[in-house]
């Protein structure tokens, strides 16, 4: 597994208040908001690239952040703004909580899919391959959902740290590794 994790969205969320005026919000910010489409306000953060999604109850949403610390300024910058606007906040915590990672893999080999939905755990493993063309395997812990391809790349997403992000491409690939390597002895 290489040493860093290839993080390809961040989700995470702060409380600036128990409720907010979005509307008013959203002019103040000259933002196009839409509440019949979707109930938050997309606040679209350019240094770093991040969306943050503002709720009416003073919830705000960081999402397609690569690290960590790319939310939390993210989060920070939409706080200050309203406060300059004199919204009424609570006093800035950074307690920015973590809600999903998701990350890319790759287990470094071609996986044969067909004989890997029978192979792992089946009330784990989801396999239809003329609905989507990669393997759904779950794994319980750490909790995540891995979308496993023939070229052996995945997607793992569902965990709430790095550490567990980590575990998971690791077990993910123990796995699938040890089964495949029954299947070759068993071609041989």
């Known amino acids: 597994m290489p040493k860093a994790l290839n993080i390809v969205n961040l989700v995470a969320s702060a409380r600036y208040t128990d409720s907010l005026d979005i509307i008013a919000v959203a002019e103040d910010l000259e933002i196009d908001y ?11 953060n350019i240094n770093p690239k991040v969306c943050v999604l503002l709720f009416r109850s003073g919830k705000a949403v960081a999402t397609g952040a690569k690290s960590y610390d790319q ?19 609570w006093p800035y915590k950074d307690d920015v909580i973590l809600q999903n990672l998701v990350i890319t893999h790759d287990v470094g080999i071609k996986l044969n899919l067909p004989y890997l939905s029978v192979a792992l755990p ?10 989507f063309p990669g393997l759904i395997y779950r794994l319980d812990e750490p909790s995540a ?13 569902g965990c709430k740290s790095t550490d567990d992000a980590r575990k998971a491409a690791k077990k993910l690939s123990a796995e699938v590794i040890e089964q495949m390597d029954l299947y070759n002895r068993k071609q041989e």
């Open 34 to 44: 839409e509440p019949e489409q979707f109930p938050g306000m997309v606040y679209r």
């Open 122 to 131: 089946m009330e784990r493993t989801e396999y239809e391959p003329e609905q």
């Open 71 to 89: 939310a939390k300024v993210a989060l920070r910058n939409l706080y200050d703004k309203l406060d300059a606007l004199n919204y009424t906040l």
């Open 145 to 157: 959902v891995c979308l496993v391809f023939s070229s052996g790349k995945c997607v793992i997403t």
